[in-house]
């Protein structure tokens, strides 16, 4: 099957006066129709950057991004506008990723006008059913943002992603802002919304928990990289990268019983300023051969799981 | 609870904050004890009253909060009958506080080992040399690398982790009896939080303090707390030790908390139904203000005070329900 | 909600309880009094403009030249002038004049500022770079000498005045609506309303600035009392309207002969009759300000 999102080779650099800090580093994969990817890693390693890259919001410095075959790079003006009806994105944080002063109803009704979908009452109608589908009724319709909860908020705000029936919706840490019963509430609406609308998703998270729950296939990114990438139950159950490893372990598991054997890596995350060829984690990784000091590829593991780490030579073969 | 020999003895707070719409009772009730030597994690959601309780017990609240009932003993003294003096003396050096937001706590135009040696000049009246010598001690101790160097530089300059590790610092310096850590590793790193929590179990084994951890991730709280107490909209409604609690929780509110989480190491149950509480509806309730939402509440529930049932030895429910039976499916 | 946020701010001020009631409740009652005097004064003054011309006894060039330079009295509270007008209902008809045109100056100011100072937040480059640059060049005149330099080079009308003034506040609005842009344009509604499909325009101006307003807002009731500072100001020194309209400006003008002479009535109360009503937006500017800021902490 044709991917419906092809990102290759992707860099992001920014100036900083003298220095180049390098955000993100030669990203590449695919995502197919109606499948859930996570995006895992830390603060720092350069997803939020990807997904700002891929919806545009962003400048990209390299690479290409193949939405439904064609680049999205060198779009502007009304035929990148156009296309953005296919690719929306869902924020973080929902107090501020909707405008203060529009209502739910204005918010919603904005991108079905814009895109020409509909108009008056069809456009009321399609909005009424959008927020039908994220349980909230039509009372909800001439509200504020700032009356709404913040579970409410950020179902508004994935209602206003799906409006315009795109094929694939970025969610960058869509729950993070939430209490913990809510977080599940809204995973969960995730989760059926996917599955019944058949849309894509990339689903940026540093909570692996949450990614476990929805997405079909993970990424691990550290330094602006990918490490590790593959089906999630298999990622999580046999992670092949030290950096997978140490973050797998550094969860804590709300079972006291549980056993752990911690992972610690030395030290902290080096600034992406310090850019060094080979594996980002050569100076703080426990097991570190001279050949880290070189670029790592990926070693293909079976199944669709590749990791980049020189350790996973022995069990699998070595993929350019 | 009447806990002997318990370090911070909280009893039957009650509290209310004085709102445009009338007062409302924030805490109701809450009892609840942190013993020598031992992490007690303080559970619950956003609303639920768990830093306000932390924040009574410093003496923090704003003026528009009026305590109705209740004590809060520590080593033998009523804390909210003492007066500002006596409670300055008591902060820091007796009981300190760590918050979430590190950084924010720090002084922005003070370097850190500065900020550090003056809680030793002031605290402990050592001369100015000593204090700086102690505090490069103290920063290696919490795990600061290159504590020489790394003792001049500014707030801004050190990552939120390290903030939080200085933060750390400045409240054991002076070996509190209690240490109240409210979220102290929000927005940090899931590596980065794991190297606290292990900083902060060594810490507390050394010194045998007496620890109170906030947090609203009950993860954190299964690796590390000994004790937990639930809480929900101001009320406590389960205390007892981690082990029993998370084998079988028996308040339908900890039920409901614990099916809530996702796990990381294994696939997922179906999670339960039901959209979040109204505010509105919790506050204004009489008895217990999980009753809107409990899928086996009665009549006394919304009538009567919370009753303190027995289901073990230091377990304690605060549910009517859980007498007669009920409330006794395991959850793990 | 609400209750969150009280508990939120507590943990962001940690002062003991005690010291807290200490210091809060002394200065706001004055505060408030300052601003309720200051929406007396705008009150009456609106008032004036608005009813006023119906209710005075004389039109504003009424002349008796029988009754000329009479000191206050019953009939004519604040006196007469040189040509025997009463001054009380010239001082009426004035104000919808000094109010019309200082409204005027504010509106042009307001929306043309505004307008350029979005677009210079939101693009940045070389367009923020050129307009910074020229509103620095506006700022380094003090505003009145620079609308008297504008004045003079357009000509003597009442527009030019208006165009004259506003220039000089245009300035103003420009930075303080590019400062509320350029944080705006990080939010991530910002970035929604991009994704979603709007052009540039659109995110500017029906997104951005409706939320940039309040600062600009405050910023004009203060300018409505410069205003009329500024109005008066270059009629008194002839630009703008001239006599016998019976502007505050003009008035002052046409009395400043008869000081030395004794009657200070016919010079003093139009001036006073300025200061005030420039006080008293000010002070409803002030206290906007206050009552903005507040909140926003």
């Given at each position: 099957?044709?991917?419906?999102?092809?990102?290759?080779?992707?860099?992001?650099?920014?100036?900083?006066?003298?220095?180049?800090?390098?955000?993100?580093?030669?990203?590449?994969?695919?995502?197919?129709?109606?499948?859930?990817?996570?995006?895992?890693?830390?603060?720092?390693?350069?997803?939020?950057?990807?997904?700002?890259?891929?919806?545009?919001?962003?400048?990209?410095?390299?690479?290409?991004?193949?939405?439904?075959?064609?680049?999205?790079?060198?779009?502007?003006?009304?035929?990148?506008?156009?296309?953005?009806?296919?690719?929306?994105?869902?924020?973080?944080?929902?107090?501020?990723?909707?405008?203060?002063?529009?209502?739910?109803?204005?918010?919603?009704?904005?991108?079905?006008?814009?895109?020409?979908?509909?108009?008056?009452?069809?456009?009321?109608?399609?909005?009424?059913?959008?927020?039908?589908?994220?349980?909230?009724?039509?009372?909800?319709?001439?509200?504020?943002?700032?009356?709404?909860?913040?579970?409410?908020?950020?179902?508004?705000?994935?209602?206003?992603?799906?409006?315009?029936?795109?094929?694939?919706?970025?969610?960058?840490?869509?729950?993070?802002?939430?209490?913990?019963?809510?977080?599940?509430?809204?995973?969960?609406?995730?989760?059926?919304?996917?599955?019944?609308?058949?849309?894509?998703?990339?689903?940026?998270?540093?909570?692996?928990?949450?990614?476990?729950?929805?997405?079909?296939?993970?990424?691990?990114?550290?330094?602006?990289?990918?490490v590790e990438?593959?089906?999630?139950?298999?990622?999580?159950?046999?992670?092949r990268h030290v950096y997978t490893?140490?973050?797998?372990?550094?969860?804590?598991?709300?079972?006291?019983?549980?056993?752990?054997?911690?992972?610690?890596?030395?030290?902290?995350?080096?600034?992406?300023?310090?850019?060094?060829?080979?594996c980002?984690l050569?100076?703080?990784?426990?097991?570190?051969?001279?050949?880290c000091?070189?670029?790592v590829?990926?070693y293909?593991?079976?199944?669709?799981?590749?990791v980049a780490c020189v350790l996973a030579r022995?069990?699998?073969?070595?993929?350019? | 609870?009447?806990?002997?020999?318990?370090?911070?003895?909280?009893?039957?707070?009650?509290?209310?904050?004085?709102?445009?719409?009338?007062?409302?009772?924030?805490?109701?009730?809450?009892?609840?004890?942190?013993?020598?030597?031992?992490?007690?994690?303080?559970?619950?959601?956003?609303?639920?009253?768990?830093?306000?309780?932390?924040?009574?017990?410093?003496?923090?609240?704003?003026?528009?909060?009026?305590?109705?009932?209740?004590?809060?003993?520590?080593?033998?003294?009523?804390?909210?009958?003492?007066?500002?003096?006596?409670?300055?003396?008591?902060?820091?050096?007796?009981?300190?506080?760590?918050?979430?937001?590190?950084?924010?706590?720090?002084?922005?135009?003070?370097?850190?080992?500065?900020?550090?040696?003056?809680?030793?000049?002031?605290?402990?009246?050592?001369?100015?040399?000593?204090?700086?010598?102690?505090?490069?001690?103290?920063?290696?101790?919490?795990?600061?690398?290159?504590?020489?160097?790394?003792?001049?530089?500014?707030?801004?300059?050190?990552?939120?982790?390290?903030?939080?590790?200085?933060?750390?610092?400045?409240?054991?310096?002076?070996?509190?009896?209690?240490?109240?850590?409210?979220?102290?590793?929000?927005?940090?790193?899931?590596?980065?939080?794991?190297?606290?929590?292990?900083?902060?179990?060594?810490?507390?084994?050394?010194?045998?303090?007496?620890?109170?951890?906030?947090?609203?991730?009950?993860?954190?709280?299964?690796?590390?707390?000994?004790?937990?107490?639930?809480?929900?909209?101001?009320?406590?409604?389960?205390?007892?030790?981690?082990?029993?609690?998370?084998?079988?929780?028996?308040?339908?509110?900890?039920?409901?908390?614990?099916?809530?989480?996702?796990?990381?190491?294994?696939?997922?149950?179906?999670?339960?139904?039901?959209?979040?509480?109204?505010?509105?509806?919790?506050?204004?309730?009489?008895?217990?203000?999980?009753?809107?939402?409990?899928?086996?509440?009665?009549?006394?529930?919304?009538?009567?005070?919370?009753?303190?049932?027995?289901?073990?030895?230091?377990?304690?429910?605060?549910?009517?329900?859980?007498?007669?039976?009920?409330?006794?499916?395991?959850?793990? | 909600?609400?209750?969150?946020?009280?508990?939120?701010?507590?943990?962001?001020?940690?002062?003991?309880?005690?010291?807290?009631?200490?210091?809060?409740?002394?200065?706001?009652?004055?505060?408030?009094?300052?601003?309720?005097?200051?929406?007396?004064?705008?009150?009456?003054?609106?008032?004036?403009?608005?009813?006023?011309?119906?209710?005075?006894?004389?039109?504003?060039?009424?002349?008796?030249?029988?009754?000329?330079?009479?000191?206050?009295?019953?009939?004519?509270?604040?006196?007469?002038?040189?040509?025997?007008?009463?001054?009380?209902?010239?001082?009426?008809?004035?104000?919808?004049?000094?109010?019309?045109?200082?409204?005027?100056?504010?509106?042009?100011?307001?929306?043309?500022?505004?307008?350029?100072?979005?677009?210079?937040?939101?693009?940045?480059?070389?367009?923020?770079?050129?307009?910074?640059?020229?509103?620095?060049?506006?700022?380094?005149?003090?505003?009145?000498?620079?609308?008297?330099?504008?004045?003079?080079?357009?000509?003597?009308?009442?527009?030019?005045?208006?165009?004259?003034?506003?220039?000089?506040?245009?300035?103003?609005?420009?930075?303080?609506?590019?400062?509320?842009?350029?944080?705006?344009?990080?939010?991530?509604?910002?970035?929604?309303?991009?994704?979603?499909?709007?052009?540039?325009?659109?995110?500017?101006?029906?997104?951005?600035?409706?939320?940039?307003?309040?600062?600009?807002?405050?910023?004009?009731?203060?300018?409505?009392?410069?205003?009329?500072?500024?109005?008066?100001?270059?009629?008194?020194?002839?630009?703008?309207?001239?006599?016998?309209?019976?502007?505050?400006?003009?008035?002052?003008?046409?009395?400043?002969?008869?000081?030395?002479?004794?009657?200070?009535?016919?010079?003093?109360?139009?001036?006073?009759?300025?200061?005030?009503?420039?006080?008293?937006?000010?002070?409803?500017?002030?206290?906007?300000?206050?009552?903005?800021?507040?909140?926003?902490?």
């Open positions: 099957m044709e991917p419906l999102l092809k990102v290759e080779g992707l860099e992001k650099r920014f100036r900083e006066g003298a220095t180049t800090i390098h955000a993100v580093n030669g990203v590449s994969f695919e995502i197919h129709p109606g499948e859930a990817v996570g995006l895992v890693g830390e603060s720092g390693c350069g997803k939020t950057t990807v997904a700002r890259c891929i919806m545009r919001l962003t400048q990209s410095s390299a690479g290409r991004i193949l939405f439904d075959g064609q680049d999205l790079l060198p779009l502007r003006g009304s035929t990148l506008r156009r296309q953005r009806r296919g690719f929306q994105m869902v924020f973080q944080d929902p107090s501020a990723s909707l405008n203060p002063r529009f209502t739910a109803r204005r918010t919603l009704s904005e991108p079905v006008v814009l895109h020409g979908i509909a108009r008056g009452s069809a456009a009321e109608q399609l909005v009424r059913e959008m927020l039908g589908k994220v349980n909230l009724s039509g009372d909800y319709l001439p509200r504020y943002p700032h009356q709404l909860s913040g579970g409410q908020k950020q179902r508004v705000g994935i209602a206003r992603s799906l409006i315009t029936e795109p094929k694939f919706v970025v969610l960058d840490e869509p729950t993070s802002s939430l209490d913990m019963s809510v977080r599940i509430y809204v995973i969960d609406l995730l989760r059926r919304l996917q599955q019944s609308l058949g849309v894509a998703y990339l689903f940026i998270s540093h909570d692996l928990s949450t990614v476990r729950f929805l997405c079909d296939r993970v990424m691990v990114m550290y330094l602006g990289r990918i990438m593959g089906p999630t139950a298999e990622v999580f159950a046999h992670p490893q140490a973050l797998l372990s550094a969860i804590p598991i709300a079972d006291p019983a549980a056993r752990r054997e911690r992972l610690l890596l030395k030290g902290e995350t080096p600034s992406p300023r310090e850019l060094k060829p080979g980002g050569q100076d703080r990784c426990p097991f570190v051969k001279p050949e000091l070189r670029p590829p990926f293909e593991l079976g199944g669709g799981h590749r022995d069990g699998g073969t070595k993929r350019d | 609870m009447n806990a002997p020999g318990a370090v911070l003895d909280i009893r039957d707070l009650t509290l209310s904050f004085a709102t445009s719409k009338g007062p409302v009772t924030i805490l109701e009730g809450v009892s609840l004890s942190v013993g020598g030597n031992e992490i007690v994690g303080l559970v619950g959601e956003s609303g639920s009253g768990k830093t306000v309780t932390a924040l009574a017990t410093m003496g923090f609240l704003p003026p528009a909060a009026r305590i109705e009932s209740g004590q809060i003993d520590f080593e033998g003294a009523d804390l909210l009958s003492l007066d500002e003096q006596s409670m300055r003396a008591i902060r820091g050096r007796r009981i300190a506080m760590v918050f979430q937001s590190a950084r924010g706590a720090l002084n922005p135009l003070m370097r850190i080992g500065d900020q550090l040696a003056r809680v030793y000049q002031i605290q402990r009246a050592m001369p100015q040399r000593q204090a700086y010598r102690e505090a490069v001690d103290m920063l290696r101790r919490v795990g600061i690398a290159d504590a020489e160097r790394r003792v001049r530089a500014y707030p801004h300059q050190i990552s939120g982790g390290m903030a939080q590790r200085v933060l750390l610092a400045m409240m054991i310096a002076c070996s509190p009896a209690l240490l109240i850590a409210d979220e102290p590793t929000t927005g940090l790193d899931v590596t980065i939080q794991a190297q606290m929590f292990d900083l902060l179990k060594d810490i507390q084994a050394q010194t045998r303090a007496s620890v109170l951890l906030i947090t609203h991730d009950l993860g954190v709280v299964a690796e590390t707390c000994r004790r937990i107490v639930v809480m929900y909209a101001g009320q406590v409604m389960e205390t007892g030790d981690c082990l029993s609690i998370f084998a079988q929780p028996r308040h339908p509110y900890t039920q409901h908390l614990l099916s809530s989480v996702m796990r990381v190491d294994r696939p997922v149950v179906a999670p339960p139904v039901g959209g979040p509480p109204s505010e509105a509806l919790v506050y204004a309730a009489r008895g217990c203000r999980f009753a809107h939402r409990c899928p086996i509440a009665i009549d006394v529930c919304r009538r009567e005070a919370l009753p303190r049932i027995s289901a073990g030895p230091g377990h304690d429910v605060m549910c009517h329900r859980v007498g007669e039976g009920y409330g006794a499916a395991a959850e793990s | 909600m609400r209750l969150l946020g009280l508990v939120i701010r507590a943990q962001r001020e940690i002062v003991p309880s005690s010291e807290r009631a200490r210091r809060s409740g002394v200065g706001t009652v004055r505060k408030r009094r300052l601003l309720a005097s200051g929406l007396v004064v705008a009150a009456i003054v609106l008032g004036a403009a608005a009813l006023g011309p119906l209710v005075v006894p004389y039109g504003p060039v009424a002349a008796d030249p029988e009754l000329k330079l009479i000191a206050p009295s019953l009939s004519h509270p604040l006196g007469t002038d040189t040509f025997g007008r009463d001054i009380l209902s010239r001082v009426v008809h004035g104000a919808r004049l000094d109010l019309g045109i200082a409204l005027s100056v504010v509106a042009l100011a307001l929306v043309l500022g505004s307008a350029i100072g979005t677009l210079s937040g939101f693009y940045g480059g070389w367009v923020d770079a050129l307009v910074m640059r020229v509103t620095d060049v506006l700022f380094a005149f003090p505003s009145f000498i620079l609308a008297l330099a504008i004045a003079a080079i357009l000509g003597n009308s009442i527009p030019n005045v208006i165009i004259a003034i506003a220039v000089a506040y245009i300035p103003y609005f420009v930075r303080l609506t590019r400062a509320e842009v350029l944080a705006a344009r990080e939010m991530e509604y910002a970035d929604a309303a991009r994704t979603v499909g709007n052009p540039g325009w659109r995110i500017m101006y029906v997104h951005l600035l409706p939320n940039c307003l309040t600062p600009a807002l405050v910023q004009a009731t203060l300018c409505l009392g410069w205003a009329i500072l500024d109005v008066s100001g270059l009629a008194f020194l002839g630009l703008g309207i001239r006599p016998p309209t019976p502007e505050w400006g003009v008035l002052v003008s046409e009395g400043a002969q008869n000081i030395i002479s004794g009657q200070w009535w016919t010079s003093l109360f139009p001036g006073a009759v300025i200061v005030v009503a420039a006080l008293g937006f000010n002070l409803i500017g002030d206290g906007l300000r206050d009552f903005t800021a507040r909140e926003e902490r």
